[in-house]
């Protein structure tokens, strides 16, 4: 009997922490990050306000967990398996990629948007996407250190540095395809700086 009474609570818990996760990002959705109220965000989700501040001691945690589930399909992305036998292999899988990546950013627009928002507002949320970022870099440099043991590319450059100048050409399109610049079609953008950095980085 206590260990379903325990079981009935933690469910209860687990939904009380999603409707507030649902209740977030609809809200950030419609109002921004710097419009919305953690008490809109409660009044959303039908919850006490007692009961929201066990989960979330503010808005920016709702929007760091949000961001955290978002960034899991681009993780998916990076974590591909990466190893290429030529040249020609490697700027394939780069392409194909890259492309992913910024469709997906595409795909995420709204939630995006808002985390853009956010990384300029909050430091909390700056802090996150910096360590973020940090994550996906650390992934590119495995791929390029991969290369570099397999005689695929050049070995007189550190990979960490060349990992980080790619990531941030893919994440400079990624902000403009997110807040609505004109931007070539994400083919076309990915082509391009997926030849310049494979022809510079790659045997």
């Not at 945690?61 to 998916?76: G, K, S």
């Not at 890259?98 to 990384?119: G, R, T, W």
């Amino acid at each position: 009997m206590e260990t379903k009474k325990i079981s009935k609570r933690k469910m209860q818990s687990v939904q009380t922490r999603e409707k507030l996760l649902h209740a977030g990002q609809d809200i950030f959705i419609e109002f921004g990050f710097q419009k919305t109220t953690i008490s809109q965000i409660i009044k959303k989700a039908e919850t006490g306000y007692g009961t929201a501040y066990v989960y979330f001691k503010n808005k920016d945690d709702i929007l760091i967990e949000l961001m955290e589930d978002v960034m899991e399909r681009f993780y998916e992305i990076a974590n591909r398996t990466y190893e290429p036998i030529s040249k020609e292999e490697a700027f394939a899988l780069i392409e194909s990629q890259s492309i992913l990546f910024l469709d997906m950013a595409n795909k995420e627009k709204l939630m995006m948007q808002v985390i853009e928002e956010a990384i300029r507002f909050s430091d909390n949320v700056r802090s996150k996407w910096t360590d973020i970022r940090e994550q996906f870099i650390n992934r590119i440099g495995e791929d390029i250190a991969y290369a570099q043991k397999n005689q695929l590319a050049r070995s007189d450059v550190d990979c960490t540095i060349v990992a980080r100048a790619w990531f941030h050409a893919n994440e400079m399109y990624l902000w403009e395809i997110v807040t609505d610049h004109k931007t070539p079609p994400i083919k076309e953008i990915v082509h391009n700086i997926a030849s310049i950095y494979t022809e510079g980085l790659y045997k």
